[in-house]
Nanobody
Framework: QVQLVESGGGLVQAGGSLRLSCAAS????????MGWYRQAPGKQREMVAI???????TYADSVKGRFTISGDNAKNTVYLQMNSLKPEDTAVYYC??????????????WGQGTQVTVSS
């Protein structure tokens, strides 16, 4: 099995920065894609940023120019650098990875979520 453990959430004032990390462990053969999603109270989970094959990135329009996703496949870790945070960025942030296990099965895995709160 595969486990994803997130860290780095917290409370920050508007305009501040936070860096989220998510490390995967377990029966990993390869990781095809990594990403971050978020869910605010009363809203659906939405994609924030995705990185594919360690290079191709996609961002939600609402975070372009402020957030940067990066991945370290050697460490099975994905990061999200969040700058110029706004109150509307407040949400639970979940990391996601598309993992090929050592048994050659490809599946989606999710972290447990980390709270990010931006005060005005």
């Amino acid at each position: 099995q595969v486990q994803l453990v997130e860290s780095g959430g917290g409370l920050v004032q508007a305009g501040g920065s936070l860096r989220l990390s998510c490390a995967a462990s377990g029966s990993i053969f390869s990781i095809d894609a990594m990403g971050w999603y978020r869910q605010a109270p009363g809203k659906q989970r939405e994609m924030v940023a995705i990185i594919v094959s360690g290079a191709r990135t996609t961002y939600a329009d609402s975070v372009k120019g402020r957030f940067t996703i990066s991945g370290d496949n050697a460490k099975n870790t994905v990061y999200l650098q969040m700058n110029s945070l706004k109150p509307e960025d407040t949400a639970v942030y979940y990391c996601w990875m598309m993992v090929v296990t050592t048994t050659q099965k490809k599946s989606d895995y999710w972290g447990q979520g980390t709270q990010v709160t931006v005060s005005s």
